[in-house]
């Protein structure tokens, strides 16, 4: 099996970060990606913990080192690359790692402001030839769907994803359940974090689901995602 975790690590981690990267290890995924990564003294600490553990291939961006922004790690080698020019306000916000069979996005989408992250991927980035996986925290979802509300920006953009034949992974897998990767200081859940896979990838989807443990133990306030590939 080939398991890809994706994981909001709030700001950085910070003083969690210990029990961040002992998780990790205990869990072994091939791929991690970990949004709200930052470029500082952890981050650092974090890039040596992880090539600790052999995630040799790491691909990040150029944000400030207290900026918000997307990390990807791989156990097996692949070419690694950054958008500077996928916004303008939000060029950290993705990267990729390139696999010889498919393509991996780590994404961190900021929560409720404007950006062309969406646009880019699908007007861009993605091609039809080439199977790709995109991972992270889209600070979005489908309203009334990931949530009970409907407060969700760029739920629009979802839509298009899936017109150019992306599958959200764990709704292919448990349907229309209601599962929330995160909760509002008032209890109200939210689906904000999501593994969307390319239509020729689904025959390999193993298992698609949260870790709301990781979460409940209050390693960050997201719960992880970990997507698992028959390989």
């Given at each position: 099996?080939?398991d890809?975790l994706?994981w909001n690590?709030?700001?950085g981690?910070?003083?969690r970060?210990?029990?961040i ?7 072994k995924?091939?791929v991690v ?6 470029n ?12 600790r ?43 990729c ?6 393509d ?5 989408f900021?929560?409720k ?23 992270g925290?889209y600070?979005?979802?489908k ?28 709704r ?10 995160w ?32 979460r ?16």
């Amino acid at each position: 099996m080939f398991d890809i975790l994706s994981w909001n690590i709030r700001q950085g981690g910070g003083s969690r970060l210990t029990k961040i990267v002992k998780s990790i290890e205990d869990l072994k995924p091939e791929v991690v990606a970990l949004s709200e990564f930052r470029n500082n003294k952890s981050g650092i600490q974090l890039r040596t913990s992880l090539l600790r553990l052999g995630y040799r291939y790491q691909v990040v961006s150029h944000a400030e080192r207290d900026v918000n922004s997307a990390i990807l790690a791989s156990r097996y080698p692949c070419s690694q690359s950054i958008f500077p020019k996928c916004d303008e306000n939000y060029d950290h916000s993705i990267v990729c790692g390139r696999l010889p069979v498919f393509d991996i996005y780590s994404v961190y989408f900021p929560h409720k402001k404007k950006h062309k992250l969406f646009e880019f991927l699908i007007e861009d980035e993605l091609k039809p030839d080439r199977p790709a996986i995109i991972v992270g925290d889209y600070n979005t979802g489908k309203n009334h769907i990931d949530q009970v509300g409907n407060s969700f920006w760029y739920t629009d953009q979802l839509i298009d994803l899936e017109k150019l034949g992306y599958v959200d992974a764990f709704r292919h897998v448990h349907g229309d359940v209601k599962e929330y990767s995160w909760f509002s200081h008032q209890g109200n859940g939210y689906r904000y974090d999501h593994s969307y896979v390319s239509e020729a990838l689904l025959p390999f989807i193993a298992d698609c689901k949260y870790l709301h443990e990781w979460r409940e133990a209050g390693l960050s306030d997201h719960s992880p995602m970990v997507l698992t590939l028959k390989v």
